[in-house]
Antibody, heavy 118, light 107 residues
Framework: EVQVVESGGGLVQPGGSLRLSCVAS????????MHWVRQAPGKGLLWVSR????????SYADSVKGRFTISRDNAKNTLYLQMDSLRVEDTAVYYC???????????WGQGTTVTVSS | EVLLTQSPDFQSVTPKEKVTITCRAS??????LHWYQQKPDQSPKLLIK???QSFSGVPSRFSGSGSGTDFTLTINSLEAEDAATYYC?????????FGQGTKVEVK
């Protein structure tokens, strides 16, 4: 079965850090671009970041640029999101998703919840 | 940034009725517009890609149309299981953006 499973969410104080992971199974991660999308409680979807299949090309939403870092380890079939200098407004469910080049996000994980609060 | 505006925000519909959701882009995005369905406590699921192409496994009652700046998602003969929030999404330019969502309630 093709799937991605996120982990690493939790409760963190403002200014703190978390690293999210997304493990892929049922497909070869190195063949796909990967994205992170988040959803604040009761709100809509917000694109956060993307990374090319080989990790050489990354992009970020302005709201997280300079604080979040996307990376991947294709040998481990794992995508990461390092989140530093966290703010209350970063509180959300974070989803990872798969993209075939030129196609939309077609496989999404169940999400991992990040809560930033003092 | 491409702003996507959906209408309506909420729709309450009886089973077997037809549902129409529109999505307007702030600039032309060609056909790089996709539709997702999200049920409560679930992740989004791709329904329609590139404005009008049905994604694998999606029931035929879901269809999409449009190009440029104006797009439509149609659900023919609504079923109870279609209760969800629907999002349009553009992948033409970074940052990728989503509409604010349309919640469909089945009476």
């Amino acid at each position: 079965e093709v799937q991605v499973v996120e982990s690493g969410g939790g409760l963190v104080q403002p200014g703190g850090s978390l690293r999210l992971s997304c493990v892929a199974s049922g497909f070869t991660l190195s063949n796909y671009w990967m994205h992170w999308v988040r959803q604040a409680p009761g709100k809509g979807l917000l694109w956060v970041s993307r990374i090319s299949s080989d990790g050489s090309d990354t992009s970020y939403a302005d709201s997280v640029k300079g604080r979040f870092t996307i990376s991947r380890d294709n040998a481990k079939n794992t995508l990461y999101l390092q989140m530093d200098s966290l703010r209350v407004e970063d509180t959300a469910v974070y989803y990872c998703s798969r993209v075939t080049t030129g196609q939309p996000m077609d496989v999404w994980g169940q999400g991992t919840t990040v809560t930033v609060s003092s | 940034e491409v702003l996507l505006t959906q209408s309506p925000d909420f729709q309450s519909v009886t089973p077997k009725e037809k549902v129409t959701i529109t999505c307007r882009a702030s600039q032309s995005i060609g056909s790089s517009l996709h539709w997702y369905q999200q049920k409560p406590d679930q992740s989004p699921k791709l329904l329609i890609k590139f404005a009008s192409q049905s994604f694998s496994g999606v029931p035929s009652r879901f269809s999409g149309s449009g190009s440029g700046t104006d797009f439509t998602l149609t659900i023919n003969s609504l079923e109870a299981e279609d209760a969800a929030t629907y999002y349009c999404h553009q992948s033409r330019t970074l940052p990728w953006t989503f509409g604010q969502g349309t919640k469909v309630e089945v009476k």
